[in-house]
């Protein structure tokens, strides 16, 4: 059980970094002049699996952890950033859910949901680094 965490945040942020590709797409069609052809609803679809599985698997982490070791807080920075990403994902989902829902030129809202994004995944890289780390110290 304690292997459920750590592989399906791994396919999350494999997840993420697909959403995030298309995220770039967008990024460079809007900003940088380039004609690219964003697609839509893919980045809708993959971005709202992944924001749902990291926070899902954030809070199923602390469980896991209260199970196995009677102490949440155990792997430390890696439980506070896991912790944190749980309302960053809330964040990206319900900015990107106004934009897909509601769809007029923006300005705030997509640079909002593209900052916050684009920190999920650099904590998710950061948790995964961590991650081997807990998994080398605690399972192994």
């Known amino acids: 059980m304690v292997w459920i965490h750590p592989v399906l945040q791994f396919v999350a942020t494999l997840i993420g970094l697909y959403a995030t590709y298309f995220g770039w ?17 893919a980045h809708v679809k993959w971005g709202t699996v992944a924001l749902a599985v990291w926070a899902a698997g954030s809070l199923l982490g602390l469980a896991v952890a209260r199970l196995a070791w009677s102490n949440m807080f155990l792997t430390g920075a890696h439980a506070w950033v896991g912790l944190l990403m749980v309302p960053l994902c809330a964040v990206g989902y319900f900015t990107g859910q106004r934009m897909d829902v509601v769809k007029k030129r923006r300005k705030l809202l997509p640079l909002v949901h593209g900052v916050n994004n684009l920190l999920l995944v650099v904590l998710a890289l950061w948790q995964l680094w961590t991650g081997i780390i807990v998994v080398r110290d605690y399972l192994l």
């Open 25 to 41: 797409i967008r990024f460079q069609s809007s900003h940088m002049g380039r004609k690219l052809v964003f697609p839509w609803k």
